[in-house]
């Protein structure tokens, strides 16, 4: 029987490249989208007071990125599958880029909302392509310390984006924090072209379920929309609960739709027979929306009261960039010694312990004092669950499905990022609310106290779900990945 690498065909006369250079063009493009995620946080103020947001719409500068980003990252892996990672690694960074360029020069705010849709779309298309680039370049041994180098570049690109968005808006302009992927996506364009050989699924038909990806996006919008309307209508009201029910309307759509009627179905639901798979999306959805809500807080935190200027605010994540890294070098060394469900065991306890810590901040709490050590603890614990659960959810489909099996991955992180920040915020606004003054400074603290508590919970939740990993994850998937190579 053939393998199934054999499916893959080159279809490109360009020359080898070292390993070095493909790792690169991998990861200097999925730190860009990780990136545009965390960067605008800091800028949001200013931001803000330019285009007229007001506190609740300026939401959607992040919201209108991770949607389109979440709900289109499926069809972006399949269209990796299809097309070939070359053609859609290049499509995408076009897009991402020139929508980076449309925000740069947003005068209004739905023109920014606009573009920043826009702007995910490209990363939904580019993100999917980057890890099918390292799961088809790199075999065997090599593959954990490739997938740990992307997962420190994706994780850390989190963090940097406080610290960079805070110099930018500082120094320069806010806009300046989307005029920054200008010149780091034409180099990356520049070397994919010359060095990057295209490599697709030969037995793939050539259709997108754009269908599906519509429905699952306009559900999930309608859902976080419902959620975020609930600091002006409350929950029970009728406007909230029609969000809600348009949305379960719109997800079950998509489930009939995938499962009877799209004939090349946006999700297969084949793959989720992977106990790997479905319990990697079950944990990266759990700590995805933990950690993504956790930079949001910290930025308010910063600026609202300890008074930090943006710059400052900036350079306050810069140790939590480092743990992220070190915590992803760790864990992609381990990775083929003790397998996943280890790591994941103890990055999810120490996430735990983080959040727990520093759910004790108050307003008259210092940076050195109450902060410094949990944020690092939980930095460190995100760079240790990234590289196991990257290498589970890619264990137990064929290297064809490579892209699909990233997309849902990244959608799972997505996904439960935005519900989190949604629902993290609406009950931090509610806490606050019951103080007599919510402007003032224990008021807001104290949500930002309720929101990190419930962080907490999400990963111990989380540190249950890991025992459903296959124990040996890690170790199989050297094993299986040898045997192809």
């Not at 690109?157 to 930018?168: D, P, R």
């Not at 029910?245 to 995938?258: D, K, P, Q």
């Not at 990022?417 to 509610?430: C, E, H, M, R, Y």
Request: net charge positive; charged share 10%.
């Amino acid at each position: 029987m053939p393998e199934k690498t054999a499916t893959h065909t080159s279809q490109s006369v360009h020359r080898h490249a070292p390993d070095w250079i493909i790792l690169t063009i991998a990861c200097l493009a999925q730190f860009m989208v990780v990136l545009d995620v965390s960067i605008v946080n800091v800028a949001l103020p200013r931001m803000g007071r330019d285009l007229h947001f007001t506190i609740s719409s300026a939401q959607w500068v992040v919201n209108a990125y991770v949607l389109t980003f979440a709900g289109f990252l499926l069809l972006g892996g399949r269209a990796a599958d299809i097309f070939g990672r070359r053609r859609v690694y290049l499509t995408g960074l076009f897009i991402f880029t020139l929508a980076s360029i449309g925000a740069g020069f947003a005068a209004t705010d739905s023109q920014m909302v606009a573009v920043r849709a826009l702007q995910g779309i490209g990363g939904a298309i580019l993100s999917p392509a980057t890890l099918t680039i390292i799961v088809t370049t790199f075999h065997g041994p090599r593959l954990p310390k490739a997938i740990g180098a992307w997962s420190a570049v994706a994780g850390a690109g989190g963090a940097v984006g406080g610290l960079l968005g805070g110099i930018l808006t500082g120094w320069f302009s806010w806009r300046w924090v989307f005029f920054i992927n200008v010149p780091f996506g034409i180099v990356a364009a520049i070397v994919a072209g010359m060095y990057l050989r295209e490599m697709r699924n030969r037995d793939a038909a050539i259709k997108l379920d754009v269908t599906g990806a519509v429905l699952v996006t306009g559900s999930l919008a309608s859902i976080i929309y419902g959620v975020v309307n609930t600091t002006t209508n409350g929950w029970g009201s009728t406007s909230t609960l029609s969000w809600f029910l348009g949305g379960a309307i719109g997800l079950a759509a998509f489930i009939f739709w995938e499962a009877n009627v799209a004939s090349h179905p946006l999700v297969p639901f084949r793959i989720f027979k992977s106990r790997a798979l479905s319990s990697a999306n079950i944990v990266m959805f759990l700590v995805g929306g933990a950690f993504f809500a956790m930079w949001y807080f910290l930025t308010f935190y910063f600026q609202y009261i300890l008074g930090y200027g943006p710059v400052k605010a900036g350079f306050a994540f810069l140790p939590m960039a480092v743990g992220i890294i070190a915590g992803a070098q760790i864990s992609s060394r381990l990775l083929a010694k003790t397998g996943a469900r280890p790591l994941l065991l103890v990055g999810a306890a120490i996430a735990s312990l983080g959040f727990v810590w520093i759910s004790l901040i108050k307003v008259d709490s210092s940076y050195w004092g109450s902060i410094f050590v949990p944020a690092i603890l939980c930095a460190f614990a995100m760079g240790l669950l990234f590289s196991p659960l990257a290498n589970t959810a890619t264990a137990g489909v064929d290297r064809a499905d490579a892209g699909l099996a990233s997309g849902v991955l990244n959608t799972a992180r997505q996904v439960g990022g935005s519900l989190s920040l949604a629902i993290l915020g609406t009950v931090a606004a509610d806490r606050s609310a019951t103080f007599l003054d919510p402007t003032s400074g224990v008021a807001l603290v104290s949500g930002y106290e309720r929101a990190f508590q419930i962080s907490a919970l999400i990963t111990i939740v989380a540190l249950i779900a890991s025992l459903f990993v296959p124990r040996h994850t890690g170790h199989a998937t050297k094993q299986h990945k040898a045997k192809k190579a």
